[in-house]
Each structure stands twice: as C-alpha cells, then as structure tokens.
C-alpha cells in the first residue's frame, strides 16, 4: 500500500533550528511536496523536490532521497509565525497526491 | 484576486439533509479536487476532475457527488448527509505549464452534521 510517514508534533525555540522528516512508500514516484497549513487555514504550497538533494528557498530547505524514500523539511531562524502544520505529499505513478497526517509545528520564546 | 473560493465557509446540518459545497476558481486551472481533512489523518481525496466535463472518484467517494459542467465551477454535493461526514473540505485546483504540479487551495468549508 501507499504510505506517508511524519512525526504528529514537534516543539521549538524561536531562533533555532529545527528538520521535520517524511518517509514514503508509493507505487511509482513523481515528487514530493511540503505545504504549510496554520491553524484553520488552508494549505500554502512550500516547496516541490522530484531530484534528489537539497533545494533552499530563504530561511526553508526542502531536501529529498529517492533511494531512501526520505525528505526532510529544514527550517531556520524560527519565528513564532512558523507555529504551524506542515504537510508532507507525494506524488504516486498517476500523478495523484499521498498526503501525510501533518507534523504539528509548536515554536516556544 | 485569482484563486479559488468556497461556500459557505461553516455549515451545521441536519443528517439526512441533501448539501452541496460550491468551489469556483478563476485561475482556468483544468484540474480540480475535492479533499476532506480530519483531525489525525491526512487529506483524503473524495472526487477529482481533469478537466471540464470528466470527473474521477478518489480515496472516500462514497456518499459524495460531483460535476464538472465548466472549467471554473466544481461543486461537491451530499445526498443525504451522516454524522461521519463532518469534517473540514477543501477544493484545489491544479494549473498547466510550470508548475503544473502544484495544488492551490480554497479556503475550506467546515460541515458539522448532527
């Protein structure tokens, strides 16, 4: 079956750093997305990785294995305004999107 | 401003009442999906739509309908709604060309059914 792995929650200190991780089974693999949803929002998209390594986009970093079926979502200098859901999706074979329960992001002063 | 639009935004309801939620988007985007989102789980999709005129059942179609007689309109209706169906649903849109892959959202619409 097709299957998104990532942590419910995860807490952080404004400033810090901090990875939220994905790992995925899907027949087939054409990309893997993390959108950010903040609370009673919908989701903004943030990043789309179909290479492996690391793309960064500003203080946010997406970074992708094909061969592990792993990525990773690095966020740098928190703010208080990154608290958050971040929501990891891959694309299976026919292009349809395998979404992750969500890794609630809690940033602390 | 170009995007997509939900109604209403918060509905209660009766079970056994008929609901439909309306998406529009602007963007001419020939992709549109309709997605319910539940506490602890992911989005699941319910109906897709590639493009005007042909649509798709997703993970949990069951108990849901769609259409798709435009490009701009895709509205999800419940005949007959159940307590299991409140949830928060979310319309997207997918566009052509660069960035094809990337899914925009509506704002959602929350349904409670009791």
């Known amino acids: 079956g097709q299957n998104i792995d990532q942590p419910t929650e995860m807490t952080a200190t404004e400033g810090a750093i901090v990875q939220i991780n994905c790992t995925y089974q899907?027949?087939?693999?054409?990309?893997l997305f993390w959108y950010q949803q903040h609370a009673g929002e919908a989701p903004t998209f943030l990043s789309y990785?179909?290479l492996d390594g690391l793309e960064e986009k500003g203080r946010f970093s997406s970074f992708l294995s094909r061969s592990k079926g792993y990525s990773y979502l690095l966020l740098k200098e928190l703010q208080m305004k990154d608290s958050a859901s971040y929501l990891c999706?891959?694309?299976?074979?026919?292009?349809?999107?395998?979404w992750g329960a969500g890794t609630k992001l809690i940033i602390k002063p | 401003i170009a995007g997509i639009t939900q109604a209403p935004t918060s509905q209660i309801l009766a079970a056994g009442r008929r609901m439909t939620l309306r998406c529009t988007q602007d963007m001419r985007h020939n992709a549109m999906y309709w997605y319910r989102q539940d506490l602890g789980l992911g989005l699941r999709l319910i109906h897709y739509?590639?493009?005007?005129?042909?649509?798709g059942k997703g993970e949990v179609p069951d108990g849901y309908s769609v259409s798709r007689a435009n490009t701009d309109d895709f509205p999800l209706t419940l005949a007959s709604a159940v307590p299991s169906q409140t949830s928060v649903y979310f319309c997207a849109s997918r566009g052509q060309g660069a960035g094809a892959n990337v899914l925009t959202f509506g704002a959602g619409s929350r349904l409670t059914v009791l």
């Open positions: 739509s590639n493009t005007a005129g042909t649509t």
């Open positions: 990785n179909v």
């Open positions: 999706a891959a694309v299976d074979s026919n292009y349809q999107l395998i």
């Open positions: 899907t027949s087939g693999f054409n990309g």
